[in-house]
Nanobody, 120 residues
Framework: VQLQASGGGLVQAGGYLRLSCAAS????????MGWYRQAPGNQRELVAV???????VYADSVKGRFAISRDYAKNTVYLQMNSLKPEDTAVYYC???????????????WGQGTEVTVSS
């Protein structure tokens, strides 16, 4: 199973970006997909998660600005990030939980990360 994240970049404060993360590898089911971020010197933190039942959880710092969505047919999760702030600058990682494929079961799989830089 592989997760390929994309969509990061440099944007001015107040701007927007849309991150994508596609899972591949004979996937049968994924319980939840989410985004985490890690800024320099900080621990990795949850940004948003969406479950198979379409329930969502957001970090307080992004509520009202970010929106997570999922395309089940494409095994892809998106993160629409609006009204970006300099403090949103970080490497953003996607994660898939409880991934069942034709061959194996993984409790969690991480993507490689995509960098987001918000200038003031």
């Amino acid at each position: 199973v592989q997760l390929q994240a994309s969509g990061g970049g440099l944007v001015q404060a107040g701007g927007y970006l849309r991150l994508s993360c596609a899972a591949s590898g004979s996937i049968r089911s994924i319980m939840a997909m989410g985004w985490y971020r890690q800024a320099p010197g900080n621990q990795r933190e949850l940004v948003a998660v969406i479950t198979a039942g379409v329930s969502t959880v957001y970090a307080d710092s992004v509520k009202g600005r970010f929106a997570i969505s999922r395309d089940y047919a494409k095994n892809t999760v998106y993160l629409q990030m609006n009204s970006l702030k300099p403090e949103d600058t970080a490497v953003y990682y996607c994660k898939a939980e409880r991934v069942r494929t034709d061959w194996e079961f993984n409790y969690e799989v991480w993507g490689q990360g995509t960098e987001v830089t918000v200038s003031s």
